[in-house]
């Protein structure tokens, strides 16, 4: 019998997680589970244990090498966990109540310029004019120019599209949906690309993207395809579907839009969340100004 059966389902049906984010707490959990199992006694459950415990787990997962941001993200998977026993009565105590997040190195994560995603839209020049070209263009297209998630992408369905108003309506996080404005060309790439979906499949499927086969795409395909594709045009280490959503909102805030703005275009449920990418407009004022003052280039370290 699976000891996160109900929990799971707790995820999938009362806090509407993504398949791809289950599996991710499935297997944090799993994990657990089985280094306490095999540490400790082969019959033991996870709401049995006590903080004293699972500060050996830590030790023991640094010992390994994992990091100290992954380390953090497995607590916060076995702290839902225990307030989910809690609520149900079947623990007295969470263990993880008074723990402390494990510090993390601030890590800057760098856009791609304007100049770079200039070339990846000359790039397109020369690549297939089939379905399958014109596919992988817009999946790359739709991150950059609507910010959305790569989940997002995957669950969009041809309905989702309203052409005569030029918006996409996302199904986000918990289920919240929100419009998000087409730029003109994609429109077009858009009515293109229905196009060639009807004369390629007898069956069309409802789900927008779908792979050669006219399957439902899946999260690995979108980022090999997405790191193909940029590969081309930037020698930047990131190079994730995150990474274009990540630039699209860095590019609006860069050209005069207000955070609330990029707020609601990303599907955040607060300023905290899209504070993030401002850090990125920072550094690039920072260039700005260390290229244009009189004294930057003297000055600057």
């Known amino acids: 019998m699976d ?20 599996k991710a707490y499935t297997s944090d959990l799993n994990a657990a589970l089985e ?30 090498g994992v990091s100290a941001r992954s380390i953090n993200r497995k607590m916060s998977v076995l702290n839902g966990y225990f307030k989910f026993e809690r609520r149900n009565e079947r623990l007295i105590q969470n263990p993880l109540e008074a723990h402390k997040a494990l510090k993390t190195p601030q ?10 995603m200039e070339h990846l839209d000359e790039h397109w020049a020369s690549q297939d004019t089939g379905f399958s070209g014109l596919r992988n263009r817009l999946i790359v297209e739709s991150l950059y120019a609507t910010g959305m998630r790569r989940a997002e992408l ?5 309905v989702d599209l309203d052409m ?7 199904l986000g996080k918990g289920k919240k949906e929100r419009l998000v404005p087409m730029i003109g060309t994609l429109v077009n790439l858009f009515k293109e690309y229905l196009l060639l979906k009807k004369l390629q499949f007898e069956h069309p499927s409802l789900f927008l993207f779908t792979t050669d086969k006219g399957e439902k795409l899946y999260p690995e395909f979108v980022y090999r395809l997405v790191n193909s594709y940029l590969k081309e045009v930037s020698v930047k280490q ?14 609006l805030l860069n050209r005069g839009a207000d955070l609330n ?24 004022l920072k260039s700005v100004y260390k290229a244009s003052h009189p004294r930057g280039e003297r000055f600057s370290s």
């Open 3 to 22: 000891p996160f059966a109900e929990y799971i389902r707790f995820l999938t049906t009362e806090k509407k997680y993504s398949p791809h984010t289950v």
């Open 35 to 64: 280094y306490f199992r095999f540490t400790i006694d082969s019959g033991l459950e996870l709401n049995s244990l006590s903080y004293a415990l699972i500060r050996n787990y830590i030790a023991y997962l640094n010992a390994q």
């Open 107 to 116: 890590s800057l994560s760098i856009p791609f310029s304007e100049d770079e």
């Open 154 to 158: 995957i669950n969009l369905k041809t």
């Open 164 to 170: 005569e108003q030029g918006v996409l309506k996302i």
């Open 238 to 251: 990131k190079k994730s579907p995150h990474m274009l959503r990540h630039t699209f909102a860095t590019h």
């Open 261 to 284: 703005t990029v707020k609601e275009l990303l599907g955040h449920s607060s300023l905290a969340a899209t504070q993030v990418y401002t850090h990125s407009s920072i550094e690039e």
